[in-house]
């Protein structure tokens, strides 16, 4: 799938969940980072292309897109962004606070729709569960940490049950469909 990252669509993206996160008590750097994730590739599924075409990478505690921190630390650097940290349940929490509105007109009503979508079926979980939930995606789960996810695997099912030869089958089949390098 050719994708073309559009930094502005991605730059309002963090900006608009961020400011939409900030009732949510476990709002911080982890859900907002597993938020963005979901809805470019909950969009794939929907309309068969991302909203922001940024490159998500695979970590320990999930996916992470690899140009969050260089434009959230360009928003705090230009004033329209703050990180705060406070506590949640004995955790330290960085969360994102926007210090302007969001610029909804670089998304199309259908992206606004799935971003909100997204939102709304992750709402009342934590960022463990968040994070827990996003290894559940094909794509975290068929790279290597450090590799980058490709948009295909969001087309791949969710997992069933798991056994060592599905895995091996999963992986094989993913390969031969060229979703991740052999």
Same mark, same amino acid.
């Given at each position: 799938?050719? %994708? $073309?990252?559009?930094?502005?669509?991605? %730059?309002?993206?963090?900006?608009?969940?961020?400011?939409?996160? +900030?009732?949510? =008590?476990?709002? !911080?750097? /982890?859900?907002?980072?597993?938020?963005?994730?979901?809805?470019?590739?909950?969009?794939? =599924?929907?309309?068969?292309?991302?909203? /922001?075409?940024? %490159?998500?990478?695979?970590?320990?505690?999930?996916?992470?897109?690899?140009?969050?921190?260089?434009? =959230?630390?360009?928003?705090?650097?230009? !004033?329209?962004?703050?990180?705060?940290?406070?506590?949640?349940?004995?955790? +330290?929490?960085?969360?994102?606070?926007?210090?302007? +509105?969001?610029?909804? #007109?670089?998304? $199309?009503?259908?992206?606004?729709? /799935?971003?909100?979508?997204?939102?709304?079926?992750?709402? !009342?979980?934590?960022?463990?569960?968040? *994070?827990?939930? *996003?290894?559940?995606?094909?794509?975290? =789960?068929?790279?290597?940490? !450090?590799?980058?996810?490709?948009?295909?695997?969001?087309?791949?099912?969710?997992? +069933?049950? *798991?056994?060592? #030869?599905?895995?091996?089958?999963?992986?094989?089949?993913?390969?031969?469909?060229?979703?991740?390098? *052999?």
């Amino acid at each position: 799938m050719k %994708t $073309t990252y559009d930094e502005r669509k991605f %730059t309002e993206l963090i900006v608009y969940v961020a400011a939409r996160l +900030q009732g949510d =008590r476990s709002g !911080g750097a /982890t859900k907002l980072n597993k938020v963005l994730f979901f809805a470019d590739f909950a969009h794939v =599924r929907r309309a068969g292309r991302p909203i /922001t075409g940024a %490159t998500y990478q695979k970590l320990v505690h999930g996916p992470a897109a690899r140009r969050l921190r260089p434009v =959230r630390d360009e928003l705090i650097g230009k !004033g329209e962004a703050e990180l705060c940290e406070e506590e949640f349940l004995g955790y +330290q929490q960085h969360r994102l606070v926007p210090l302007r +509105q969001p610029d909804l #007109t670089v998304f $199309t009503v259908d992206e606004l729709a /799935t971003i909100d979508k997204v939102l709304a079926d992750l709402d !009342g979980l934590n960022g463990r569960q968040v *994070s827990d939930l *996003s290894h559940e995606e094909a794509g975290w =789960r068929l790279v290597e940490f !450090g590799d980058d996810i490709p948009y295909e695997a969001a087309l791949v099912g969710a997992r +069933q049950v *798991s056994t060592p #030869t599905s895995q091996r089958l999963e992986r094989e089949a993913a390969e031969r469909l060229g979703l991740i390098a *052999s």
